[in-house]
T-cell receptor, first 113, second 116 residues
Framework: GQNIDQPTEMTATEGAIVQINCTYQTSGFNGLFWYQQHAGEAPTFLSYNVLDGLEEKGRFSSFLSRSKGYSYLLLKELQMKDSASYLCAVRDLNTGTASKLTFGTGTRLQVTL | DADVTQTPRNRITKTGKRIMLECSQTKGHDRMYWYRQDPGLGLRLIYYSFDVKDINKGEISDGYSVSRQAQAKFSLSLESAIPNQTALYFC???????????????FGPGTRLTVL
């Protein structure tokens, strides 16, 4: 089985940097995904990490440490439109397939002026 | 046009009714999934299909059934709806060949279902 933990809510100021953490426990790790979800809308794919280190994509970066079971999503130069929930999802190698994801409950980020 | 579509987008029904939610995709992906989302519980997998003849139960399949009529279509049925099936339902697709990334899942717009 898997256990994924992320903070429930965070608040940050427009223009600032925010880091959203995700810790996980899994019997067979095969990748970690970050999704953004605006209220009432579909989750949209942000980033993917399977090896240790930082993946940068514009204002968003994601970091992974497999030995620590830890990832974070870093959002720079925050904009009001970044107010959303951010979902951490882990893919488990031992499910018999390589495609099943387990999602955390999400971190609701509010960006304020 | 959206790559993954879901119909209906909103549905209100009564306890005991049979409901079908439909999902279609034009992404050409082989894998399709149904999730439900409840406040505070995150996304939970109901059923998934890796090909037309392949159906697999997820973590919360009781009370649901699915049909993969074609590669592009995956339907979710509630045979006898009950109030605790009130939720936001999402369909997702992914590509196992890796040509469009690491089997990333892409989501439809969701169906908001209310069971009275």
């Amino acid at each position: 089985g898997q256990n994924i933990d992320q903070p429930t809510e965070m608040t940050a100021t427009e223009g600032a940097i925010v880091q959203i953490n995700c810790t996980y426990q899994t019997s067979g790790f095969n990748g970690l995904f970050w999704y953004q979800q605006h209220a009432g809308e579909a989750p949209t794919f942000l980033s993917y990490n399977v090896l240790d280190g930082l993946e940068e994509k514009g204002r968003f970066s994601s970091f992974l440490s497999r030995s620590k079971g830890y990832s974070y999503l870093l959002l720079k130069e925050l904009q009001m439109k970044d107010s959303a929930s951010y979902l951490c999802a882990v893919r488990d190698l031992n499910t018999g397939t390589a495609s099943k994801l387990t999602f955390g409950t999400g971190t609701r980020l509010q960006v304020t002026l | 046009d959206a790559d993954v579509t879901q119909t209906p987008r909103n549905r209100i029904t009564k306890t005991g009714k049979r409901i079908m939610l439909e999902c279609s995709q034009t992404k050409g992906h082989d894998r399709m999934y149904w999730y439900r989302q409840d406040p505070g519980l995150g996304l939970r997998l109901i059923y998934y299909s890796f090909d037309v003849k392949d159906i697999n139960k997820g973590e919360i399949s009781d009370g649901y059934s699915v049909s993969r009529q074609a590669q592009a279509k995956f339907s979710l049925s509630l045979e006898s709806a009950i109030p605790n099936q009130t939720a936001l339902y999402f369909c997702a697709t992914s590509d196992s060949t890796g040509t469009s990334g690491p089997d990333t899942q892409y989501f439809g717009p969701g169906t908001r279902l209310t069971v009275l």
